[in-house]
């Protein structure tokens, strides 16, 4: 791999968990510089306000000292060209997640050619872990403690149970 490639790792992050942040994690040592990026999904509708999830993020990642965190609206892959980035990393959990995967990775090399996707497999443990379970948890009243974080976690549960 060469010298100073810089990541991003973009996603909803709504909120971000284990299975998050030990993608990003192990990115932050393969890669010069990893940027987490809390980029719009047209199709979902979020919990958190950006603001929100960027913080959230960077309280979780701050003893990674090359990861910082960005929210972007516009197309992922103008943001990797706009910050010279040429890789995206992505995590990878069960087979449902490959065909959506797959689309995007095809579709930002077609609008940014300099960019590759990379897939990492996830931990075993977080295999069925994903946001929409630790919210739907959290509002039930549920223990979140082993899906996110001690640092997040009434930040979480403030917002869902409001
Ligand atoms: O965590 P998610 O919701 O699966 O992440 C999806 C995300 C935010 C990475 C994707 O929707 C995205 O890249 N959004 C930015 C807009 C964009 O570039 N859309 C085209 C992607 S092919």
Known sequence: MKDKVIA???????????????????????????????????????SFTPEERVEMIEKCVSELSNVSVE??????????????????????????????EFQMALTNKKLNPNVETLFLTTAAENMYLSSSMVKQIAFMGGD???????????????????
């Open 71 to 100: 929210h972007y609206e516009g197309l992922l892959a103008d943001y990797a060209a706009s910050v010279g980035a040429t890789a995206i990393i992505k995590g990878l959990r069960a087979m449902s997640d490959f065909e959506y």
């Open 144 to 162: 979140i403690s082993s899906f996110v974080p001690e640092v997040i976690r009434q930040d979480i549960i403030n917002r869902i149970r409001k």
């Open 8 to 46: 991003i790792c973009p996603g909803s992050f709504d909120p971000v968990t284990y299975g998050h942040l030990d993608i990003i994690t192990r990115a932050s040592k393969m890669f010069y510089k990893v940027i987490v990026v809390v980029a719009g999904n047209v199709t979902k509708n979020c």
